[in-house]
């Protein structure tokens, strides 16, 4: 077929079953069945899909109106346009909140976080150091000379033994005399009469009744205790009592208290200690015991197995400078001492 124009409009359809070369073809549409081969740059608008093997060019925009899906890498050699045409500035990132994408400042965006790195793994154990040779035993000091041994005493002369004397003759043996009859047994002496009672010494007495406990006055008098009774198996007290409080010091490191020497105790402390079990403890035994920081403060306390507390939590002690507190104790058994604590009293 030789080269010629057809214009639409003029020509209806065209059937070829040979090539067909013609030039400059102009149509308001047409359906090609097989493929379309173009050695030179294929133009066109309103394209609906496009399928290229090779590379598309857009002159002025690319405008997708639905989702795109790019397989490969995507090349922007101009300028790519946020929701709001802006087309962004240096430094500049895209963000989506799911329906448009901006150009926003990096800075004013919280990245997400990055997942967390891989632990390492752990060091070798470095080789243990060399032993270092053990010091030379210093030579023994030189033996004092033996002092020089005394001379002996002269021993004294010996005395002349004095002579033998003549032995005397036996003499004859007596005969075995005859045993004398037994005697009567004399009678028993009469009883001395009985020594009389001393005088009663000078004590008094005063103020006595039942149960009442008796203590000591001035010189020789005793005093029946009226607010103190004791009938054998209770004692009764009206009025107060009170026990004194034996001072322990300054204590750190560990320490143990006697018990059998008083009931109630003071401390303070100059380092953290560990109050370790006690001894002499006495079932039912009660007190309290008074803790005091240091002027420095910050000391501990820790406690032996006998100790126990609410919930078998031990308190804290007040850590802070000359800070005072008291641990107040009831022994259950010999073994178990009840405690609770004030703390941070002033």
């Known amino acids: 077929m030789t080269r010629a124009r057809v214009l639409a409009g003029f020509v209806t359809t065209i059937n070829a079953t040979n090539d067909m070369n013609v030039g400059i073809v102009t149509a308001t549409s047409g359906t090609i069945s097989g493929n379309l081969n173009v050695a030179g740059v294929l133009t066109y608008e309103d394209v609906t899909n496009i399928d290229s093997i090779g590379i598309v060019t857009a002159r002025n925009n690319l405008d997708v109106q639905g989702s795109s899906t790019f397989t490969g890498a995507a090349q922007f050699n101009g300028g790519i346009k946020d929701a709001g045409g802006s087309l962004g500035v240096s430094g500049y990132v895209l963000k989506t909140d799911g329906a448009d994408i901006d150009w926003v400042d990096p800075t004013t965006v919280n990245g997400l976080q990055g997942v967390q790195g891989i632990q390492g793994i752990q060091g070798t154990q470095g080789t243990q150091g060399i032993t270092g040779t053990q010091g030379t035993t210093g030579t023994q ?51 001395g009469t009985q ?79 560990t109050l370790n079990n006690p001894s002499n403890i006495t079932a039912g035994q009660s007190g309290v015991i008074f803790i005091t920081q240091d002027g420095t403060g910050g000391r501990t306390v820790a406690f032996g197995s006998y100790w126990s507390f609410v919930d078998g939590t031990a308190p804290t002690i007040t850590a802070t400078a000359s800070a005072k507190s008291a641990l107040y104790y009831v022994c259950r058994t010999t073994t178990d001492i009840f405690v609770t604590s004030t703390l941070n009293v002033s």
Request: proline content about 0%; cysteine-free.
């Open 195 to 273: 020594g009389t009672t001393g005088a009663t010494g000078s004590a008094s007495l005063t103020n006595n009744a039942d149960n009442r406990v008796i203590t000591g006055g001035s010189g020789t008098n005793l005093n029946g205790e009226s607010n103190l009774t004791f009938n054998g198996s209770h004692l009764a007290l009206t009025g107060k009592a009170s026990a004194n409080i034996s001072s322990l010091g300054n204590k750190s490191a560990s320490f143990a208290i006697d018990l059998g020497t008083a009931n109630n105790f003071s401390m303070t402390l100059t380092g953290s200690l």
């Open 141 to 191: 000091g030189t033996t004092g000379t033996q002092g020089t041994q005394g001379i002996q005493g002269i021993q004294g002369t010996q005395g002349i033994q004095g002579t033998t004397g003549t032995q005397g003759t036996t003499g004859t043996t007596g005969g075995t005399g005859t045993q004398g009859t037994t005697g009567t047994q004399g009678i028993q002496g009469i009883l």
